[in-house]
């Protein structure tokens, strides 16, 4: 009876415990495979915005889930220190300070307000090159709604049951 | 036909919100009426035999700048699918701030049944 409830005691249990253990060791190797290639798939598509659907909202949330995958795998803290939050919180205004820039931009070199001025310049129309402004505002977009969704989902992480919701 | 599926999703969201009891369930309700909306918006735009509103460098004349009226006459209109992106996006915004807003009420109250959150905590 003693040695049951010691060892009752010492088990771990079975639910996912929060943020700093992480899970097994199978799932850590696969997933640090895994991230590489949801990242790169992100980038993907939001570079293929103008030739084929895609763009920044929905790269952007490919991102960010590649560091969901991440969070789930290896615990919140591991996440954390890969990109702290000061990092995720400078990257969202500066893709939403860059996309105003361009739109501005539009004004005194095309005439209208988000007008592409840079159509045609760097290659053909159609490819990725010749795109003007639409890839440069894909990638600003997709730094928003990226870093955006990380800093959501590591912020509601932090609620354990039982305890304060309040980062260390 | 087609648009009054969209209205029986509506409905179904609708029951869930008011009728149910627990409070995830009630969320739930409200995500399927946003994408229930936005179910109908895509389906305003298209056209039935029709192709994807993507323009390949075959359709696209170099000399005088215009896409071939083939793919003009047959594809759908792209405009409701640029605006139901951005609403999908709002909508995960809202259900973000729905979530926390769930789990600070657990947190206060220890329950998640709404007949029993009556009276204000602090």
Do not use: H
């Not at chain 1, 929060?18 to 640090?32: E, F, N, W």
């Not at chain 1, 996309?99 to 053909?124: C, H, T, Y």
Request: include cysteine.
């Amino acid at each position: 009876m003693k040695k049951e409830k010691q060892n009752s005691d010492t088990q771990q249990t079975s639910l996912p415990v929060p943020s700093s253990q992480g899970m097994t060791i199978v799932v850590k190797t696969v997933s640090s495979w895994l991230k590489v290639l949801i990242f790169l798939f992100g980038i993907y598509i939001i570079l293929s915005g103008d030739l084929g659907p895609g763009g920044g909202f929905a790269g952007g949330v490919i991102l960010a889930l590649s560091y969901v995958l991440l969070m789930l795998a290896f615990g919140r803290e591991f996440a954390e220190k890969n990109l702290p939050r000061t990092l995720a919180a400078r990257l969202y205004y500066c893709g939403a300070l860059t996309f105003a820039i361009i739109a501005i931009l539009g004004i005194p070199f095309g005439g209208a307000f988000l007008s592409n001025f840079l159509i045609g310049k760097f290659g053909e129309p159609l490819t990725i090159l010749g795109g003007g402004t639409l890839p440069l505002s894909n990638i600003a977009i997709a730094f928003n709604v990226g870093a955006s969704l990380y800093l959501v989902i590591l912020s509601l992480s932090v609620c354990c049951k039982g305890k304060e919701c309040k980062f260390e | 036909m087609l648009y009054a599926l969209c209205f029986l999703l509506f409905v179904i969201g609708l029951y869930c919100t008011v009728v149910k009891k627990n409070l995830v369930k009630i969320v739930l309700g409200i995500v399927i009426m946003e994408y229930s909306v936005d179910l109908f918006l895509i389906m305003l735009g298209y056209r039935f035999g029709g192709v994807a509103p993507v323009v390949d460098r075959t359709m696209f004349d170099q000399q005088t700048g215009k896409i071939a009226a083939g793919f003009l006459n047959s594809s759908v209109d792209p405009l409701p699918q640029a605006l139901v992106l951005t609403s999908i996006v709002v909508g995960l915004g809202s259900l973000a701030l729905m979530i926390s807003l769930c789990i600070r009420i657990y947190a206060k109250y220890g329950t998640f049944d709404v007949t029993q959150i009556r009276r204000l905590k602090g």
